[in-house]
């Protein structure tokens, strides 16, 4: 019995996977196809926290931009120490391109990100709001993707779907296979279906009347998902949270397995806090352990068919991102690995009860929200 249901979880797995590629080729159809929306002056915020890799190349694409109206960089950290600075110095800026250096050490809660955010937030004096994560970088028709989504009536903010890069090494390649070949497809599949609730750090953009609306930064000072809370309280406010027609690149830099795990259980912790019973979906969408489990319990054709249809779907799915994205992400003779690591991170992120980001240990509260230990 326990072998027949192993099989039929890992069967109805790479359905909902090859479900998940057809969601992203679909998703395909609409780059460079949607209207693209009118230039107007645009204050880009980008909390910074420490080097990474490539940080200088992340911020400079998101100032390179064929964008007919003047683009403002505000970048904040909170050390004035902070090598980030370096990078913000370096970028090429001109007079209709401009980088703002925030140093500013006050803390506004346990979520260090919107405590930057809040001192940053005086800087920025546009009517367009755009904020994104540091390890994002943008193409160059991203703020016009964007507008234009934003322009749609009923949307009150919009967000970016996001593909990976390994920016430090092997640890840090396997991540980048998780965001392009596993939670790329999902969010993907869930927008087709219309069920996606998705607003993530890769990118919020809002007008500053709504932001205003919905509190501010400040609302969300001592929540660990503020990207997710702040499109619930757009949503609230009746407005829809629309998916832009354009992928952005996410810059993985985790030098180690350990690293890499710290930084996936908190994010899966995150998701798990927000929709228990998400997370357990998105387990099917990893059939592979089921599928090797069912062939080591009764090994032969039928559950060795199973392995190869399970790893056949996450090539296919590969297969199509890439296709999207115009670059192969990671070898896909990792794509098993990647598979089993994931499935160990969801099991395991129902245990965890505190994570650490940015140097602070967190410790996870109800409804979402955290505090520093």
Same mark, same amino acid.
């Given at each position: 019995m326990l072998v027949f249901i192993l099989g039929g979880i890992a069967a109805i797995g790479s359905g909902l996977?090859?479900?998940?590629?057809?969601?992203?080729?679909?998703f395909g159809a609409r780059l460079g196809a949607a209207p693209l929306g009118r230039a107007e002056p645009v204050s880009l915020l980008k909390p910074l926290h420490g080097a990474e890799p490539q940080l200088r190349a992340n911020l400079q694409s998101f100032l390179d931009q064929d964008w007919a109206a003047p683009i403002t960089l505000v970048a904040g950290i909170q050390r004035e120490s902070d090598p980030a600075a370096e990078a913000v110095a370096a970028l090429a800026t001109g007079d209709d391109r401009r980088a703002v250096l925030v140093a500013d050490a006050r803390r506004h809660g346990a979520n260090a990100k919107v405590g930057n955010l809040i001192n940053m937030a005086p800087a920025a004096d546009a009517d367009l709001i755009v904020l994104s994560d540091s390890d994002i970088a943008a193409p160059r028709d991203y703020l016009?993707?964007?507008?234009?989504?934003?322009?749609?009536?009923?949307?009150?903010?919009?967000?970016?779907?996001?593909?990976?890069?390994g920016d430090g090494g092997f640890w840090s390649l396997l991540g980048a296979a998780m965001l392009s070949y596993q939670f790329l497809p999902s969010v993907l599949f869930a927008d087709a279906l219309g069920t996606g609730d998705a607003c993530m750090g890769?990118?919020?953009?809002?007008r500053r009347e709504m932001l205003t609306r919905i509190g501010g930064f400040e609302a969300f000072a001592d929540i660990l998902a503020d990207d997710h809370a702040i499109g619930a309280a757009v949503r609230a406010q009746g407005l829809q949270v629309a998916l832009a027609p354009v992928i952005v690149t996410h810059g993985s830099v985790e030098p180690s397995l350990p690293a890499l795990l710290r930084h996936e259980l908190r994010w899966a912790a995150t998701v798990r806090d927000l929709n228990p019973g998400r997370m357990l979906g998105m387990t099917l969408l990893h059939p592979l352990p089921f599928a090797l489990a069912a062939l080591a319990l009764a090994p032969g054709w039928a559950t060795g068919a199973l392995v190869a249809l399970a790893i056949g779907?996450?090539?296919?799915?590969?297969?199509?991102?890439?296709?999207?994205?115009?670059?192969?992400?990671?070898?896909?003779?990792?794509?098993?690995?990647?598979?089993?690591?994931? %499935?160990?991170?969801?099991?395991?992120?129902? %245990?965890?009860?505190?994570?650490e980001w940015q140097g602070a240990r967190l410790a996870m509260r109800e409804a979402g929200r955290i505090e520093a230990q």
């Open positions: 996977v090859l479900a998940a590629a057809w969601a992203s080729w679909r016009s993707c964007i507008a234009g989504a934003l322009a749609t009536p009923g949307v009150g903010a919009v967000t970016c779907a996001y593909a990976g890069r890769s990118t919020i953009a809002l779907t996450r090539l296919t799915v590969a297969a199509v991102v890439d296709g999207l994205t115009g670059r192969k992400t990671a070898p896909w003779l990792l794509l098993p690995l990647r598979d089993l690591l994931t %499935f160990g991170v969801h099991v395991s992120c129902f %245990f965890v009860r505190r994570v």
